[in-house]
Nanobody
Framework: QVQLVESGGGLVQPGGSLRLSCVASRSISDINVMGWYRQAPGNQRELVAVIRSGGLINYVDSVKGRFTISRDNAKNSVYLQMNSLKPEDTAVYYC?????????WGRGTQVTVSS
């Protein structure tokens, strides 16, 4: 079992930056995949970025070149650096972990991009 807690969301102007953090309740060394998803009102939850234990990273096309995912196993954490934010990035962002016997979700953190 793994509990995930996100932080770092907030209100930011277009073009601004935010850094999301996700801390796991235990070691993530056996977690094969960690990622970030988002869900905007009226939309389905979509994958934003994933990072695998071997270092392979994938991004949804709409965030390539603007967002960077990273993980720090020593801190049981995964991060999402978001730059050049756009209003269409507004959503609740969820941390996700696959491995260690299951698939786990955090409760989400709200990101709002607005002037």
């Amino acid at each position: 079992q793994v509990q995930l807690v996100e932080s770092g969301g907030g209100l930011v102007q277009p073009g601004g930056s935010l850094r999301l953090s996700c801390v796991a309740s235990r070691s993530i060394s056996d977690i094969n995949v960690m990622g970030w998803y988002r869900q905007a009102p009226g939309n389905q939850r979509e994958l934003v970025a994933v990072i695998r234990s071997g270092g392979l990273i994938n991004y949804v096309d709409s965030v390539k070149g603007r967002f960077t995912i990273s993980r720090d196993n020593a801190k049981n954490s995964v991060y999402l650096q978001m730059n050049s934010l756009k209003p269409e990035d507004t959503a609740v962002y969820y941390c996700n972990a696959i491995g260690g016997g299951g698939r786990y979700w955090g409760r989400g953190t709200q990101v709002t991009v607005s002037s």
